[in-house]
């Protein structure tokens, strides 16, 4: 029955979900059997270029194996026979093994395992007082894993037809040698070998032995009547069987799946692994599942197939009359090819999976690539946080990514894109096909991706082209962040963000970019032309404040005298703030208040806001200062009397602030301010207090009392007038102002008038005020015809102020004799002993003799006379500490 097999040019692919391998011609029919149709192929093994072929007929035939690469990469194979030799047991050769160690080939035919000469296929006569056959086998596997330290020896598990053993064997050169035997409860039919774990097929079940130790595990149940078990040794001691179910399933040494099973087909006949793929062959297909995520990834019609091996990383198949070698597309292409079906999540599956078959540095650059791809396929797909994973864990340099979006990148930026392109992109406008709202969704997500990595390792070297196109983005997005970006740290590149910013009417952010390149000038000049309206950017309403705040924190101060011209004449009363809020810090210079103050002459309201700054506020103790606000003042109030109607609650405010200052401040000039009022009679009050400065309360009284018979403020004068003197001056201009009412000159003088007015205010004054004066003079003064009962609070007042202070006066004077007696009392008992005086003791100033007992003591306890003392108190100096006691003898 001819082969039907679908050559490799074809692919033979039933289904394909990614193209892993190709399967290749190794040895055609007609190279091995010629025209002998009954000849079949039962056995093959492969030695480097070595192919080995058992065929029914007893025959081993050897063939060179050649491999050649076209120009394009494909892989083909060419065979050469070398030699075929008859073993003339009339029977097939059932397996083969090389040992090339050893230069022999293990081959069972007929249910005997013996040794074959590699070269010459010459059947190895046993060794003297040894044995080079072994009869009665069903199967054997070669340990690839040996525990026997001597390289010139191979070892061998066999099963044999007649008894439930595996035997472990020892083949040398020219004998075998039994060193093992382990029993089962089952015949055995399947076996792998790896170090000291046997895995093997009962009739029933799997299990895993230790034949050094004899322990066992059972794995699970298989029916091997149904199926041919398969047994296959994948890695160190670790095992790929056939499984129930259609499924093959991984057991390691210990009887555990670390990986889960893939899902073949019911009627598997063969199995290899060639990582990260699992190799499976059934009657009419090829399958190749990953191991990765055991998905379906490759399906090749291969019928009549009966061997699938694999032999040092080559897997071989071999139909009954012919040979192939099924080769690995190389995984980059493998990969490549995933992606451009945009499979993006089973290339890196592969990709990660492959990382323990390439070296580090290569994986790490194969690795970072396909990330990056990966992101590029998800960005075109919208998939934005999936792209961004990718790029962040590919490394990607960033500009990849802003290269797809024109004009974004700096004309001076100097990024070329990768070659070979990640992407297949021409750039966002090719992407989007047209559909404006898939680009705006881009351009969202490269704000959002610019925000997050430009403050991070990933733009290292390319600042200047991140800041820049967030720039533009931000510009044309009519984004927030836009200032965000400009007020702080950046590297936009001036000469491209002015004609972009300039192109979406962005002239507040532009004057922002100017000041952090520090070209201030240019940025006031452009924020007043949008302050006067030239230019339209609604970005800030309150630009004109914000150009004022810039002023007042200016370090230039040429800039500052330039520029707060046009601030005071758009509103004084704001442009001043360039003056009075500028911060004093030791970073920007001073600016010297006489040359503001000169600067404001021809801005008269704004220097009356500078001066009230800097005298009220600021509290500056200059005369200048004082006297010029006083003025300022002063003009705005006469400035308000001279129009023919006068705005009243304007002047009561002028008024109210002149007058506040002429109280408050010691350091304006009186006299110059009294000749600007003279001939000014609305501001009789104002003229008052500045007499009161001058001390002539008597002059400032008069004005008070006769011309503006303003009682209240009469009085209130005197308690101004006296607030930081003390109360004998308080008293004193008290007095005066009673005076004033009482004095009948000054009232005939004034106008004759109003003299009862002049009396109640008096009566009014001493009744308020009564405990301010003194009530035997306050008596002295008044007319005999006032009545007690009108002063009768003011005496109330004036008595109880005097008893009070009389008590007070007795309350002291007790306090002080108490005190000084206690003080006698400690100096007598410091003492502790008295002092004598007699007839016969002499003053030791006069040197006369004591008649009286009354002495003082002078210090170190010398009685002296007190005439004596006082007389040299009186004629001394400095006055000498006394203490006097009393002492009687």
Not at 268 to 274: D, L, Q
Not at 594 to 608: C, E, F, M, P, R
Request: charged letters at 25%.
């Amino acid at each position: 029955m001819p082969v039907h097999f679908i050559s490799s040019s074809v692919d033979a692919l039933a289904e394909m979900s990614v193209k892993a391998f190709e399967l290749v011609p190794a040895v055609e029919r007609d190279l091995l059997m010629g025209d002998k149709a009954r000849i079949n192929i039962e056995c093959i093994e492969c030695c480097g270029k070595h192919l080995y072929v058992g065929t029914n007929d007893c025959f081993i035939h050897h063939f060179l194996l050649d491999e050649v690469t076209s120009s394009k990469g494909r892989r083909s194979y060419s065979a050469q026979k070398l030699l075929h030799k008859y073993l003339g047991l009339k029977k097939p050769v059932a397996e083969l093994r090389a040992a090339s160690a050893l230069e022999r080939l293990i081959v069972l035919c007929d249910g005997i395992v013996f040794l074959v000469d590699m070269v010459t296929l010459e059947t190895v006569p046993s060794a003297a007082g040894g044995g080079a056959k072994i009869r009665g086998v069903t199967a054997f596997c070669i340990n690839e894993n040996p525990v026997n330290g001597d390289p010139f020896c191979v070892e061998m598990g066999v099963l044999s037809s007649k008894r439930r053993t595996v035997q472990i064997y020892m083949v040398y050169e020219d004998r075998v040698q039994l060193v093992k035997e382990v029993t089962t409860l089952e015949q055995p039919c399947a076996v792998s070998l790896d170090g000291y774990f046997l895995c093997v097929a009962l009739a029933t079940q799997y299990m895993i032995l230790n034949y050094n130790t004899g322990t066992s595990q059972d794995l699970f149940p298989y029916n091997s009547e149904e199926r041919r078990p398969i047994v296959k040794r994948i890695g160190r001691e670790e095992f790929l069987l056939a499984a129930p179910g259609g499924l093959g399933m991984f057991a390691n040494a210990e009887g555990v799946s670390q990986r889960a099973p893939v899902n073949w087909s019911e009627s598997v006949i063969g199995a290899a692994v060639c990582f990260p793929y699992v190799v499976a062959l059934d009657e009419s297909f090829i399958t190749i599942h990953s191991m990765l995520d055991q998905q379906l990834k490759q399906t090749l019609s291969f019928r009549d197939g009966h061997i699938l091996q694999d032999f040092e990383g080559k897997v071989i198949l071999a139909s009954t009359k012919a040979v192939y070698v099924l080769v690995p597309l190389p995984l980059e292409r493998q990969i490549q090819d995933l992606l451009a079906s945009h499979r993006v999540e089973e290339a890196l599956i592969l990709t990660e999976g492959a990382q323990q078959n390439i070296p580090k540095d290569k994986f790490q650059i194969l690795h970072r690539r396909i990330l990056q791809q990966a992101g590029f396929i998800q960005f075109g797909q919208l998939q934005f946080l999936e792209a961004k994973e990718h790029f962040r864990k590919g490394q990607l340099d960033v500009r990849e990514l802003i290269s797809l979006y024109p004009l974004l990148l700096p004309a001076t930026s100097s990024f070329t894109r990768c070659h070979p392109p990640l992407h297949e992109f021409a750039d966002l406008n090719h992407l989007a096909q047209g559909d404006q709202e898939k680009v705006l969704r881009c351009k969202k997500f490269l704000i959002t991706y610019l925000g997050e990595v430009r403050s991070t390792e990933v733009v290292n070297g390319c600042r200047e082209d991140v800041d820049t196109a967030l720039l533009k983005l931000y510009a044309e997005q009519d984004h927030d962040s836009l200032l965000d970006l400009l007020a702080s740290d950046n590297a936009c590149v001036l000469a491209d963000s002015v004609p972009w910013l300039e192109k979406y009417h962005k002239y507040f952010a532009l004057g922002l970019l100017y000041h952090y390149n520090g070209q201030d000038s240019a940025a006031l000049q452009l924020w007043i032309r949008v302050a006067d309206g030239d230019l339209q950017d609604s970005t800030r309403s309150d630009l004109y404040e914000y150009i004022v705040d810039f002023l007042h924190s200016c370090s230039n101060l040429d800039l500052v005298w330039k520029y707060a011209d046009w601030a005071l004449r758009k509103d004084p009363t704001i442009g001043v703030r360039i003056f009075t809020k500028r911060p004093t810090t030791k970073d920007l210079p001073e600016l010297n208040p006489d040359n503001v103050i000169t600067y404001l002459g021809k801005h008269s309201q704004a220097l009356l806001l500078y001066l009230e700054h800097m005298v009220l506020e600021k509290k500056t103790q200059k005369e200048r200062f004082h006297t010029n606000l006083a003025v300022l003042y002063l003009e705005r109030v006469l400035s308000l009397l001279s129009k023919s109607a006068p705005d009243e609650e304007k002047l009561t405010r002028a008024r109210e602030r002149l007058q506040a200052l002429l109280r408050e401040s010691n350091l304006y000039r009186v006299q110059f301010l009294l000749g600007k009022m003279e001939n000014c009679e609305q501001l009789l009050l104002e003229r008052a207090t500045l007499h009161g400065k001058l001390e002539e309360h008597d002059k400032a009284l008069h004005i008070l009392v006769h011309q503006l018979k303003d009682f209240p403020s009469a009085e209130a004068f005197c308690i101004w007038a006296s607030s930081s003197r003390d109360s004998a001056y308080q008293q004193q201009l008290f007095h005066l102002l009673l005076e004033v009412y009482l004095d009948r000159n000054q009232t005939a003088a004034a106008g004759g008038g109003g003299s009862g007015d002049l009396e109640m205010a008096a009566v009014d004054l001493l009744n308020r005020h009564g405990e301010v004066f003194d009530a035997v003079r306050v008596l002295r003064m008044l007319p005999e015809s006032w009545s007690l009962q009108l002063l009768r609070p003011f005496l109330g007042r004036a008595i109880r102020a005097n008893m009070h202070a009389c008590r007070t006066s007795q309350i002291a004077l007790g306090l002080a004799h108490s005190e000084n007696l206690q003080l006698l009392h400690d100096r007598l008992k410091e003492r502790k002993k008295p002092i004598f005086v007699s007839e016969k003791k002499g003053c030791h100033l006069c040197h006369n003799t004591f008649s009286e007992p009354d002495v003082v003591c002078l210090p170190g306890g010398v009685p002296v006379h007190t005439h004596c003392v006082a007389q040299r108190v009186r004629d001394s100096p400095t006055k000498r500490q006394l203490t006097n006691s009393s002492n009687h003898t």
